[in-house]
């Protein structure tokens, strides 16, 4: 039987604002290598046919060629130009996607993802028809009100992460829709068409590389090996 063919959305659109730093996020060096090279290696390396679409903003897209160049990148992928919000570019990013198939969408600056979780997420995506990465949180949770605030279980939430895996008709038909204020991610989009979300347990260290202080955990975590 032949395989059902699988894609990764990754979007990499990120300036260096919150990073203080000139370079956009994903292109700082980690271990030796932008961030988002790591990030692509990761799916490679679960399975060296999936077909990987990197959404990056246009004007870094001369960049991220002369940086694959500099460091002999090899791994096949397409590039697509991003749109102006993250709903815009995973839009931009589907377009590349033909026909059916499981399509994972991944920030581009989460290099740690674990092989086994992103197994996990295509594996439960082809049972249920979508997986979501989430782990719970460490900290006690108060939620805001009109009077000030109050605690809250923390055993009723999740902290969401990516990947966020779906069938490909599902995913089309959710970004079809006008983009949301309360659109956070994709698993809010294709909720809102009616469709069930499945949760996958993610990891601590599957973090979204955003600010100075991530960037001291990346290094940490690579000089342990786990790039």
Wanted: hydrophobic share 40%.
């Amino acid at each position: 039987m032949a395989q059902t063919p699988e894609y990764a959305i990754i979007v990499a659109g990120g300036s260096g604002s919150r990073m203080q730093h000139d370079l956009p996020k994903q292109f700082i060096e980690v271990a030796g290598k932008p961030i988002l090279m790591h990030t692509i290696a990761r799916f490679y390396k679960y399975n060296p046919a999936v077909r990987l679409v990197v959404v990056l903003p246009q004007e870094q897209l001369n960049t991220w060629r002369e940086l694959c160049r500099k460091h002999a990148f090899k791994l096949f992928h397409m590039t697509v130009a991003g749109g102006a919000t993250r709903f815009k570019s995973v839009k931009n990013g589907l377009g590349a996607v033909m026909g059916e198939g499981l399509v994972a969408v991944h920030d581009g600056v989460r290099p740690f993802v674990e092989v086994e979780t992103i197994r996990a997420a295509y594996e439960a995506t082809a049972k249920y028809g979508s997986a979501v990465v989430a782990v719970s949180p460490k900290d006690s949770i108060r939620e805001l009100t009109e009077e000030g605030s109050r605690a809250v279980p923390r055993a009723k939430y999740k902290l969401v992460q990516t990947p966020q895996v779906f069938q490909a008709s599902i995913l089309q038909k959710a970004y079809e829709q006008p983009e949301q204020e309360h659109f956070t991610d994709d698993a809010s989009v294709v909720e809102s068409i009616g469709e069930t979300i499945t949760l996958v347990e993610g990891s601590y260290r599957n973090i979204k590389i955003t600010t100075p202080e991530d960037l001291i955990l990346a290094e940490a975590f690579a000089k342990e090996g786990s790039l």
